[in-house]
């Protein structure tokens, strides 16, 4: 575990762990903040969910895709991603 304190004054956590239950060989993260939180899965590349605090709170799923700015500095494996086409 690690903590930090950010430019703007915020802290950070980070924990990194090894031993989990369930899905075996799991590459992921989740941000969470003060009005809501990102979590990304390296088995689901092209899915961005994200959590909404406030008087509706909820995840939605984000579909990333070649629109998406950096979307392809981003994609580790376009090979993968399902927006890519093959021909």
Do not use: K, Y
């Not at 950070?12 to 003060?34: D, K, L, P, Y």
């Not at 959590?51 to 979307?71: L, N, S």
């Not at 090979?79 to 021909?87: D, E, L, N, P, Q």
């Amino acid at each position: 575990m690690s903590l930090a304190r950010l430019a703007g004054g915020g802290r950070a956590i980070f924990e990194v762990s090894r031993t989990m239950v369930g899905s075996h060989c799991q590459m992921a993260f989740e941000v969470h903040g003060t009005d809501g939180a990102l979590a990304w899965d390296f088995q689901r590349q092209n899915e961005l969910r994200r959590f909404r605090g406030g008087a509706d709170p909820g995840w939605t799923t984000v579909h990333a895709g070649p629109g998406h700015g950096e979307f392809g500095r981003f994609q580790p494996d376009a090979a993968r991603s399902r927006w890519v086409t093959t021909t």
